[in-house]
T-cell receptor, first 112, second 112 residues
Framework: DVKVTQSSRYLVKRTGEKVFLECVQD?????MFWYRQDPGLGLRLIYF???????EKGDIPEGYSVSREKKERFSLILESASTNQTSMYLC???????????FGSGTRLTVV | GDSVTQMEGPVTLSEEAFLTINCTYT??????LFWYVQYPGEGLQLLLK?????DKGSNKGFEATYRKETTSFHLEKGSVQVSDSAVYFC???????????FGAGTRLFVKA
């Protein structure tokens, strides 16, 4: 069964820490995405990548960066975590023209 | 810009009732349309999709028809089960599968 795996289901970090959220897919997909999900705000796109070492800003990139050194792995980095980054983070992947994402199970991050 | 509007929830139904969740969209060109489902504590799963006008997507008893004339993609199921309780997201995607736009989500509760 094809999968997108996020390294942690729950994470608690302190304000100011550098936080890494990891996402790995085993489907050889070209496109990968990071969203955050908040009550009342739905899903908002943070960053996406359409190839190794390529990245594009989404709708809310401020305070985040990403890394894609290998095709299967897409990392989201919170440079200096803040309490307003407490959220559910969802990783997804797809192929061009595939129409439809495969999502990971999500990482619920709490910044204290 | 492109957008998706879906009915606010929560929707509460008794088991075996008929389900409709309305979804309308605004888009340039000819988007692909999707319904995703999110069970508690999980990521989103693709439920069904339609890639062109008049297409009907179906899966697990759920159906939705791509109506270009009314810019709608309403989700229906003839007889819901308790296990269908979840949050349902309508979404659209342009060419290449980049930057899928999600609706706000509709929470469904099904009572036994």
């Amino acid at each position: 069964d094809v999968k997108v795996t996020q390294s942690s289901r729950y994470l608690v970090k302190r304000t100011g820490e550098k936080v890494f959220l990891e996402c790995v897919q085993d489907m050889d997909h070209e496109n990968m995405f990071w969203y955050r999900q908040d009550p009342g705000l739905g899903l908002r796109l943070i960053y996406f990548s359409y190839d190794v070492k390529m990245k594009e800003k989404g709708d809310i990139p401020e305070g985040y960066s990403v890394s894609r050194e290998k095709k299967e792995r897409f990392s989201l980095i919170l440079e200096s975590a803040s309490t307003n980054q407490t959220s559910m983070y969802l990783c997804a992947s797809t192929d061009p023209g595939d129409y439809g994402y495969t999502f990971g199970s999500g990482t619920r991050l709490t910044v204290v | 810009g492109d957008s998706v509007t879906q009915m606010e929830g929560p929707v509460t139904l008794s088991e075996e009732a008929f389900l409709t969740i309305n979804c309308t969209y605004t888009a340039t060109g000819y988007p692909s349309l999707f319904w995703y489902v999110q069970y508690p504590g999980e990521g989103l799963q693709l439920l069904l999709k339609a890639t062109k006008a008049d297409d009907k997507g179906s899966n697990k008893g759920f159906e939705a028809t791509y109506r270009k004339e009314t810019t709608s993609f309403h989700l229906e199921k003839g007889s819901v089960q308790v296990s269908d309780s979840a949050v349902y997201f309508c979404a659209l995607s342009g060419a290449g599968g980049f930057k899928t736009i999600f609706g706000a989500g509709t929470r469904l509760f099904v009572k036994a």
